[in-house]
């Protein structure tokens, strides 16, 4: 992106923000990057869980959805990382220091996790002025930003207790003691736990093992989400109604309104 690009998405950005000033809960803007704006669509419709997809691809983190699109002018640093900051500094200039809304970038590894792990650490110091730090899951202390890494993470062997990112685990892996040490968020494919899409009401046996799903994760003090949902208002309302932390979506504008309708009916 070029510097008068950027400036101007910048600017659009604070304008919007005056407009939808209100963060929406639990929306997980599902392979952001697809979107015309990448990151900016999801800020401006209220987003505070963001998803990228990664690839190491000639030395660089680079942001795509399968290794036939990659383009190095589209890496996690320039897509994501460079403006996070550039809007917090923004944000801060203009007299807002609490940073009290919190983002979530979920960064979704798909090359070896192990190779990329190096490549990753070092560009996350670049920003770790604005990174929460965590000792395993602990957060030492809460910057405006929480990393959360997820598909092929590097093998917990190769982490210092001290990192900037969590882990993002398959719900299959709750009585995985390996793991669950640097792990904040669990999630799986809808699809692997439940067949309705939407369409009528979900029968009772479903509805009684999303309950139980969501118990057994709250019980280990971790966030939940599914992915592959049916990206549809019945099955977020069902997953909001039974206290599913993050619903998956690719329709940001949708589920903004219907968060919004759906709070007001509380």
């Known amino acids: 992106m070029s510097a008068l ?6 600017i659009t950005f604070s304008v919007c923000v005056s407009l939808f000033a209100q963060p929406i809960a639990h929306g997980h803007a599902h392979n952001d990057y697809l979107h015309e704006k990448p990151l900016l669509d999801a800020l401006v419709n209220g987003f505070t869980s963001i998803e990228a997809d990664i690839f190491l691809y000639k030395k660089q983190l680079v942001v795509a959805h399968t290794a036939k699109q990659l383009d190095t002018k589209k890496t996690l640093e320039e897509l994501y990382l460079r403006p996070i900051d550039s809007l917090i500094q923004l944000n801060r200039a203009n007299g807002n220091t609490s940073d009290s809304t919190r983002l979530i970038l979920m960064i979704d590894i798909k090359s070896s996790g192990d190779e990329v ?15 929460t730090p965590y000792r395993k899951t602990k957060a030492l202390h809460w910057g405006p930003v929480q990393i959360l890494l997820s598909g092929n993470k590097p093998n917990v062997k190769m982490l210092e207790d001290t990192t900037l990112f969590t882990f993002d685990e398959d719900i299959d892996y709750r009585n995985d003691a390996t793991v669950l040490p640097y792990t904040t968020r669990m999630s799986s494919a809808w699809g692997n736990y439940f ?7 979900m029968s009772k046996p479903e509805e009684e093992r999303l309950k139980s799903l969501v118990t057994q994760v709250h019980r280990l003090k971790k966030e939940i989400r599914f992915y592959h949902i049916p990206d549809n208002a019945a099955v977020w309302d069902v997953l909001l109604k039974n206290n599913v932390d993050w619903v998956n979506t690719d329709n940001l504008i949708l589920y903004r309104q219907f968060y919004l309708d759906y709070i007001q009916k509380k």
């Not at 690009?5 to 910048?10: A, D, R």
């Not at 792990?117 to 990174?131: A, M």
């Not at 067949?195 to 009401?201: E, I, S, V």
């Open 5 to 10: 690009k950027f400036f101007f998405s910048l």
């Open 117 to 131: 792990y190096s490549y990753l650490t070092e560009l996350l110091q670049k920003y770790k002025h604005v990174l």
């Open 195 to 201: 067949k309705w899409k939407g369409k009528g009401k």
